[in-house]
């Protein structure tokens, strides 16, 4: 349990609206079990016998342990009629959610993890990116982000510069822009939306909003499901565990720029669930 | 193309399908269907040029060796793969169920599929080791069979519910030889190359 | 003091294997040149174990960003920055490494010489689920000098046995014998005692 303001005063997804049950079912996040009981579409979360704030938007539900200074970020992509909503399911990942949106962010992994799909060895470079703080919407994004992918999405036929840009839009949630490859002035938008559990425990909920006429879905959920997978290995077996913010104990290059302005955002904001530096860590 | 896989690309059992159709350099179509979060039954294999179609992975993986490429399936050694297959389809099964409540949320007590997980790991390693101090590399005999096959994914993606193989240094060896094998596929937990 | 933490022939050239000592995480590797390595099993770059790299010639990559580092444990190459001269303060840390007996060896600290010990052969290393004390007292262990190996006699047969501490509740045995035994004989003395050791310690 936490009493970070940081961490508290927030929107968090417990997952796709779809996937709960009429009725009672239960949860847990940041340290605590909540209950969530589905009337119809309507929706109550309660902990502790305290009612919390709900949303549904972008078919997931969402919540807060706090009072968040803002609403929930908006997806003006998910009213566009031609796009695809697909939902991967959830994921369990025993490490820090805030590791799994730094990987979310990473490039240079792409040959690497992502080996014959976003990226190949011989084509590791990552180029020069830009990067900003966008303080009046108090966000992060990197822009101008550029990758060789042999096969850049489930629809693609050959290899593609795949252009992209990230949205960091809460600490635990982060959206990614990519040539579409079905529709070059279009951007195809995949969103990571992680509920931390415990600060080294985390469940992820892939969403995407995709353009392609082709692909079944079961096709779609495939291949990000497999590209998560192939960065769960990597995200259980980093040491340690928490993410560590102190200089030093990690070496950033200048690949690594998002990350580098995402733990800074983090200091500021002093948000320390999910990292060493925790100052309410139970022993 | 006669052959039809209905394929998940994150199920262990389906991986050890798609891997022997790659060592047997066999083509094959892939469906993609969706086991989870949907329902769909995966492995199934449809072989058009028999008129057959299966469903389990112990099961394919012999019909795929009679059919097509028989030194996967060496006869004087026909029980012990047997004990194999079987070996791959209950204990080594807790493996893949605890990889599934871990990752993917499915209802189980993840404490005890692991630890009967581990068991099932400490019988590979015993079985492993005695092979290997009769100079054999593989799991029956001198060469791999649909034994190695069948046994291999589970192994392989069992650090996706924390079950590492630090303790299985025979293990460790053996899994290495069948990702040096010519054809070897890797899958999302078990990194292609080398 | 020095410790047996796996066989030789366990991590032939070519491989990476992850061990536990003492709740630390190591990662061993072999290069081609045939030197056996013990490192901190984890990346300066962002905290990956090691232990899950691939070994090329004489280095290890990391399998995240295929850092690459040599056997000196610096850091050769980062692919995503190609032409860059990487600054010789990046390197995994390294451990010092013996191999004697028929195993790897490595300390934590501390200046003394490795001690001389008679060649081997491997036979098995076992992962018993009881603290070392508990073994050795199963198989009447007389330790052997200040290293941590103990002879032990069974059935006609000796075993030099050398042994590491996993955590708080499981050792590794690395059994080896002087002289040539039965092999199977020989592994289903030491699985008996893995037996006897489970057994006092359930």
Redesign the interface.
């Known amino acids: 349990m936490t009493t970070e303001p940081a961490a508290l005063n927030q929107w968090y997804t417990l997952g796709a609206c779809k996937d709960f049950g009429q009725g009672a079912s239960a949860r847990r996040l940041l340290g605590e079990n909540l209950s969530v009981t589905r009337q119809g579409e309507r929706f109550i979360v309660s902990a502790s016998g305290r009612f919390l704030p709900v949303k549904t938007d972008f078919g997931h539900l969402w919540t807060s342990l706090g009072t968040p200074a803002r609403g929930l970020f908006d997806m003006p992509e998910v009213k566009e009629v031609d796009r695809r909503h697909i939902y991967c399911g959830a994921v369990t990942v025993r490490a820090s959610g805030l590791r799994l949106v730094e990987n979310f962010l990473d490039l240079a992994h792409f040959p690497y993890v992502h080996s014959d799909i976003l990226g190949i060895e011989d084509k590791p470079e990552v180029a020069k990116y830009e990067v900003e703080q966008r303080r009046e919407v108090d966000e992060l994004w990197a822009t101008k982000c550029e990758f060789f992918q042999p096969k850049a999405a489930a629809a693609s036929a050959g290899g593609q510069i795949s252009q992209y840009m990230y949205r960091v839009v809460t600490p635990f949630n982060v959206i990614l822009y990519k040539t579409s490859p079905n529709a070059p002035n279009r951007w195809d938008v995949i969103a990571l939306f992680v509920q931390p559990v415990e600060p080294d425990l985390s469940i992820a909920h892939p969403f995407m909003l995709m353009i392609d006429e082709t692909s079944s879905d079961a096709e779609l959920i495939g291949f990000q499901q497999m590209i998560f997978l192939q960065d769960k290995i990597v995200l259980e077996n980093q040491r340690p565990r928490l993410l560590p913010l102190q200089p030093g104990r990690e070496t950033p290059t200048r690949a690594d720029l998002s990350s580098v302005l995402y733990r800074r955002w983090l200091k500021e904001k002093e948000l320390t669930y999910g990292t060493e530096e925790r100052s309410d860590r139970v022993a | 193309m006669s052959l039809k896989l209905h394929d998940y690309v994150l199920s262990a059992e389906c991986y050890a399908v798609r891997l022997m159709l790659s060592l047997c350099r066999l083509k094959y179509e892939r469906v993609a269907v969706d086991a989870y979060p949907g329902n769909a039954e995966a492995p199934v294999l449809f072989d058009s040029d028999t008129d057959t179609e299966l469903h389990d992975a112990g099961i394919i993986l012999t019909y795929l060796a009679r059919e097509y490429d028989i030194q996967w399936m060496p006869q004087e050694h026909g029980q012990a793969v047997a004990r194999w297959l079987a070996f791959a389809a209950t204990d080594l099964a807790t493996l893949s169920a605890a990889r599934r409540i871990a990752t993917l949320g499915a209802p189980g007590d993840l404490a005890m599929a692991v630890k009967t997980g581990r068991a099932a790991l400490r019988v590979l390693e015993d079985a492993l080791t005695d092979q290997s101090l009769s100079g054999q590399d593989w799991l029956v005999w001198e060469k791999p069979s649909i034994a190695d096959i069948a046994v291999f994914p589970a192994v392989a993606l069992s650090h996706d519910s924390g079950v590492g193989h630090e303790d299985y240094p025979a293990i460790n060896l053996w899994q290495r030889r069948v990702r040096k094998l010519r054809g070897f596929v890797g899958m999302p937990g078990v990194p292609d190359y080398f | 003091m020095w410790v047996p933490i796996?066989?030789g022939r366990?991590v032939?050239k070519?491989?990476t294997?992850?061990?536990?000592v003492e709740g630390r995480?190591l990662a061993l590797w072999r290069g081609e040149s045939g030197s056996v390595q013990v490192w901190e099993?984890?990346c300066?770059?962002?905290?990956?174990?090691l232990s899950?790299g691939?070994?090329r010639g004489d280095s290890l990559n990391c399998?995240?960003?295929?850092w690459e580092y040599g056997t000196a444990a610096s850091c050769r190459r980062?692919?995503?920055?190609?032409d860059?001269d990487v600054p010789s303060t990046?390197k995994a840390r390294a451990f010092p490494v013996a191999e004697a007996a028929g195993m790897i060896w490595t300390r934590d600290s501390g200046e003394e010489p490795m001690p001389a010990l008679p060649d081997a052969r491997p036979?098995?290393?076992l992962?018993i689920e009881a603290r070392p004390e508990l073994v050795l007292m199963v198989s009447a262990a007389a330790p052997q000098g200040g290293a941590q190996i103990f002879a032990d006699e069974v059935d006609g047969m000796t075993f030099h046995i050398g042994w590491h501490q996993?955590d708080d509740n499981?050792t590794?045995l690395h059994c080896t014998t002087r002289v040539a035994a039965d092999?199977?004989l020989a592994?289903g003395a030491m699985?008996a005692l893995r037996e006897r050791a489970e057994r006092r310690a359930a």
């Open positions: 796996a066989l366990d032939p070519g491989t294997r992850a061990v536990i995480e099993d984890r300066p770059h962002r905290g990956m174990r899950f691939f070994v399998l995240y960003h295929g980062i692919p995503a920055h190609p860059l990046i036979l098995v290393s992962a996993v499981k590794m092999p199977l592994l699985r």
